[in-house]
C-alpha cells in the first residue's frame, strides 16, 4: 500500500440498513404477546407477589404490542431509505420480510378465524376447509409479490 493513497472509509461505501437489522432483533419479542394468554397455574403466593406478576405480565404484553409495531414501521421506513439510496444501502428482502411478517400473520388468523367459524358446519370429509387454506395462501402470496414487486421497482 502506497504510503499517499488514503485508507478506504467504509462509512461511504455500501452496507445494510442499520432499520431493517434493528427491526429484524425487535421481531421476535412481539411474541412475548402468547406468553399473556398462557394462564397461571397453582400461584400460591402472597398479595403482593400476585400483583407483581400481574404487573410484569402487563408489562410483557405492552412490550410486546410495541414490538408489533415497532418492527413493521422499521420495516416500512428502511424499504424507503433503501429505494432512495441509489444502492448504497442494501437488505431490501430483510426489509420487505420485517414490514410484512406481522400484518400478514395478523390477516391470516383473522381469516383463520372466519373459516373456524363459518366453515366448522362443513362436513370434515369436504374439501372446503382445505380450499379454505389454499385461498389463504394464495393471498399471503399475492400480497408479498405485490408488495416486493412495489418495493424493488
Do not use: C
Amino acid at each position: 500500500m502506497d504510503a499517499q493513497t488514503p485508507p478506504e472509509d467504509s462509512s461511504k461505501g455500501i452496507h445494510i440498513s442499520r432499520l431493517a437489522i434493528t427491526a429484524a432483533v425487535i421481531l421476535p419479542i412481539g411474541f412475548l404477546f402468547v406468553l399473556f394468554f398462557i394462564p397461571s397455574r397453582g400461584i400460591t403466593a402472597t398479595p403482593s407477589v400476585f400483583s407483581s406478576q400481574i404487573l410484569l405480565r402487563y408489562a410483557i404484553l405492552l412490550l410486546s404490542i410495541i414490538a408489533l409495531f415497532t418492527s413493521t414501521a422499521l420495516g416500512i421506513i428502511s424499504i424507503s431509505q433503501i429505494r432512495k439510496s441509489n444502492g448504497k444501502i442494501t437488505g431490501l428482502p430483510l426489509a420487505v420480510f420485517v414490514s410484512l411478517f406481522y400484518p400478514i400473520i395478523i390477516l391470516d388468523l383473522i381469516l383463520i378465524y372466519i373459516g373456524w367459524r363459518f366453515l366448522g358446519t362443513i362436513e370434515r370429509t369436504s374439501l372446503i376447509p382445505l380450499a379454505w387454506l389454499f385461498l389463504i395462501l394464495l393471498v399471503d402470496y399475492l400480497i408479498i409479490r405485490l408488495t416486493w414487486r412495489t418495493a424493488s421497482k
